[in-house]
């Protein structure tokens, strides 16, 4: 019963006993609709057909009299299925005919009767027994009154025919519809039950849980899609903030603690040198800790989408020059040299400051990772693929091994575990998750994957252009 309860109360039930009930009140419209009209339109025919015989009758008496009237009469009365005919004196009293008595008062007008009167015929076998007709009463010269009706038995049994089919039409739509509308409710019940658990598991904090789908396409899987599309978001923040709590320890409890020292050692003037040397070495810390921090706000900020809101059309290819540009002078301090192939005019929808930050965090790794190799050479290329812009950053630096190209996205993962060279570990973090605000995509690939060192690495973001 409790099940029924709550069957009963789903929007899939109600919206169907709504349809059910509509159907029904236009069923039974239908069939009183369908019935009367039957009805109006046998008894029109039956009106029509009485017209034309009384018009006969009326000519065989002008042409023959009335023993030719009588004879014509006796002639009709005796075929199957004759009409009624009655031949009455002035007063009423039935003189011959087909019928063995009359509804009272029925032969003192002339013309049509406005509605179906009752009759006895002489094989009923008692006088209760009565039949239904429609007539027309001629009133002759010499004071008879000839009565020519037609029976509505045929009629009626046709209308209640046309009725009867119709209510077991009805019922056994009705009933079909019952039976749909309680297995299409348990099922949508069940399919939310199973949602229900899966999410009862997830608020217990299960996150790797989805909610089912059927492969149907309705409405339930479009909803669980997009439910299991913010689960697994939900869960990929989840699992950046817990690698992010667990790699602050480890990145920046150190500096911090060496910070501390510094400060110690200078307060306590166990420090070598000047306190004004310990200051700057202190300030340095400081400074690589607010970056540190200012990167991770940073994306944050992206992932939350915060920065979405400002987005607009900006010119790709600029942004690149400008990039390219800025870092050209880095690149040569460190004896290198920035190749640039920039497609002109490509506009995409973007946040200016945030392309370029990511822009400058991958000319910032390729100039840190490929000073010192073989060939010094930095390409950045700008092109464009149908309606896909593609930024393309390579080096022919040590390059990162194919199986480490997730870890490297992740953040605080760097590969220069001594960390001999500068840098937070966010560059890349930063990056993909500009890429993901954007709707593009981020791949890394090696610049020159025959060779056994120095591969480099090769960083592409596609963004998606506006047509042209």
Known sequence: ?????????????????????????????LV????????????QQTRDAITTEVSQIEAVYERAGMSGLLRSLERRARQPGANLYVIAGPSGEILAGNVAGLQPGLLDDEGWKSEPFRYRRFTDES?????????QVLLLDNGLRILVGHDLQEPEKFRMLVRQALVVALGVMGLG??????????????????????????????????????????????LSESLNAMLGRIEKLDEGLRQVSDNIAHDLKTPLTRLRNKAEAALSGKEDGSQTGALEEIIAESDQLIRTFNALLMISRVEAGSAAAEMSDVDLSRI??????????????????????????????????????????????????????????????????????????????????????????????????????????????LVEAVMEMHRGSLTLAATEPDRKDGKGLTVRMVFPARAT
């Open 320 to 429: 690149v020059a400008d990039c390219v540009e800025l870092y050209e002078p880095a690149a040569e301090d460190k004896a290198l040299k920035v190749e640039a192939d920039i497609l002109p005019g490509v506009v995409i929808s973007g946040n200016r400051e945030l392309i370029g930050q990511a822009l400058g965090n991958l000319m910032d790794n390729a100039i840190k990772y490929a000073e010192g190799s073989t060939n010094p050479l930095i390409r950045v290329a700008m092109t464009k693929s149908g309606n896909e812009a593609v930024v393309t950053v390579a080096d022919h630096g040590p390059g990162v091994p194919e199986d480490m190209y997730r870890e490297v996205l992740k953040r605080f993962v760097r590969l220069d575990e001594s960390r001999s060279k500068p840098g937070t570990g966010l560059g890349l973090s």
């Open 127 to 135: 006088r209760e027994e009565s039949h239904v007709a429609l007539a």
């Open 32 to 43: 009183f609709y369908v019935t009367g009209m039957s009805e109006r339109l046998l008894q």
């Open 177 to 222: 519809a019952l039976i749909i509308w309680f297995i299409i409710g348990r099922n949508a019940l069940k399919r939310i039950d199973r949602m229900s658990e899966a999410s009862t598991k997830i608020m217990a904090g299960d996150l790797s849980q989805r909610l089912p789908t059927s492969g149907s396409g309705d409405e339930f899987d479009r």
């Open 1 to 29: 019963m409790s099940k029924l309860r709550v069957l009963l109360r789903t929007t899939a039930v109600r919206l169907s006993a709504l349809y059910l009930v509509l159907f029904s009140l236009c069923a039974i419209f």
